[in-house]
T-cell receptor
Framework: AQKVTQAQTEISVVEKEDVTLDCVYETRDTTYYLFWYKQPPSGELVFLIRRNSFDEQNEISGRYSWNFQKSTSSFNFTITTSQVVDSAVYFCALSEVVQGGSEKLVFGKGTKLTVNP | SAVISQKPSRDICQRGTSLTIQCQVDSQVTMMFWYRQQPGQSLTLIATANQGSEATYESGFVIDKFPISRPNLTFSTLTVSNMSPEDSSIYLC???????????FGPGTRLLVL
């Protein structure tokens, strides 16, 4: 079965520090998708990125970057020059094709990031 | 991405009662899902809401406890039946344009059962 591990339960940094959130996954599928979502204190889940298993290029979006390495089954997320507004719980997720051909998301337990002023 | 709304946004209920949560999307979507997030925990898929047919439930979730309707491509409801304090959670719906498309989430419904 699919599994997503986010070993870091909580991280606390000071504003402007860089921080990396780790995500390790397990799957037997050759085709799969990986995701990161952000859940701020308000509770809504905000989509950040989706990568497919055939695209190992790193991606950068502003202060956010993602490092996907199939060799180590990892999909890590780095925030550079962190800001207080980055404080949230971040979830890594893996797609799993289930009955009927639809996709189910398997979530990690999340990493709570606190950015202090 | 689609605009997703949920009603109610939060509620406090007595044990033994039932609550129906609505999920409305501003455009037609192929897939709709319901998730539960227990306090301090990750998200767990309850079921896939199928338009015009019975929902597909995940292991550990049953239709009698969580009946789901999906009458069209923009609307779904989840009922939490015969509630107990253990049902206190955030319930989120998500939508996707296709079977392998990105899922976008609604704002969630915070439920507290006393």
């Amino acid at each position: 079965a699919q599994k997503v591990t986010q070993a870091q339960t909580e991280i606390s940094v000071v504003e402007k520090e860089d921080v990396t959130l780790d995500c390790v996954y397990e799957t037997r599928d050759t085709t799969y998708y990986l995701f990161w979502y952000k859940q701020p204190p308000s509770g809504e889940l905000v989509f950040l990125i989706r990568r497919n298993s055939f695209d190992e290029q790193n991606e950068i979006s502003g202060r956010y970057s993602w490092n996907f390495q199939k060799s180590t089954s990892s999909f890590n997320f780095t925030i550079t020059t962190s800001q207080v507004v980055d404080s949230a719980v971040y979830f890594c997720a893996l797609s799993e094709v289930v009955q009927g051909g639809s996709e189910k998301l398997v979530f990690g337990k999340g990493t709570k990031l606190t950015v202090n002023p | 991405s689609a605009v997703i709304s949920q009603k109610p946004s939060r509620d406090i209920c007595q044990r033994g009662t039932s609550l129906t949560i609505q999920c409305q999307v501003d455009s037609q979507v192929t897939m709709m899902f319901w998730y539960r997030q227990q306090p301090g925990q990750s998200l767990t898929l309850i079921a896939t809401a199928n338009q015009g047919s019975e929902a597909t439930y995940e292991s550990g979730f049953v239709i009698d406890k969580f009946p789901i309707s999906r009458p069209n491509l923009t609307f779904s409801t989840l009922t939490v039946s015969n509630m107990s304090p253990e049902d206190s959670s955030i319930y989120l719906c998500s939508v996707a344009g296709g079977r392998v498309e990105t899922q976008y989430f609604g704002p969630g419904t915070r439920l507290l059962v006393l």
